[in-house]
């Protein structure tokens, strides 16, 4: 029975965190069979007959660039003590992602150089035409990312709400009084 003016929500702050729990059997095998599709598709996108246009090691250096910029950020994270949360699994296609378009993009500057010119122009040529690109993305990539970082996230707000609830419970019990009103901070959680 819900009482007059009062909303019952049945989402907690460790909801999500259970239905994650519960899916992790299956969602494993999908993130790792779709992981190893990307990097075999960007790998083969780059393949060519002709042995001089060939760029099959630059992809497989560059998608394994980004798969040790994954494993070195994941681990100095927890490294740290910053926990692991479920959200953050569809960080390493972000990365994948990120670095892979960086490489697509040094690949095309260099094929479209002059084959007879010498590496060093080649090489500047293509820098100074993938510069412009890779800057530009990398921009806009950090903007939103620092945008997401400073937009709240539903579960630490809640977490932060329970903090609260905590503190407030702790000091109306110092100041004698045992009989705390649990429902409607359990209210206030919800």
Sequence with gaps: ????????????????????????????????????????????????LDCVRNKVWVASFGVLSAGLAVLSSFGLLLYCGMPFAMTVASAPFLILGIGVDD??????????????????NRMAATYKDAAVS????TLTDALAFYIGLLTPFGSDERRSRKAD???????WRLSGLNDMPSTSLEIWLA
């Design 1 to 48: 029975m819900q009482p007059p003016g009062m909303v019952i929500s049945y989402f907690t702050s460790i909801s999500r965190d259970e239905e994650f729990e519960k899916s992790a059997d299956s969602i494993i095998p999908l993130f790792s069979g779709t992981y190893a599709l990307a990097i075999n598709f960007s790998i083969i996108s780059c393949l060519r």
């Design 103 to 120: 490489m697509f993009i040094m690949i095309s500057c260099w094929q479209q150089t002059q084959v007879k010119d010498s590496v060093k």
């Design 134 to 137: 890779i800057t530009i993305t």
């Design 165 to 171: 609830c905590h503190k407030i419970e702790r000091r």
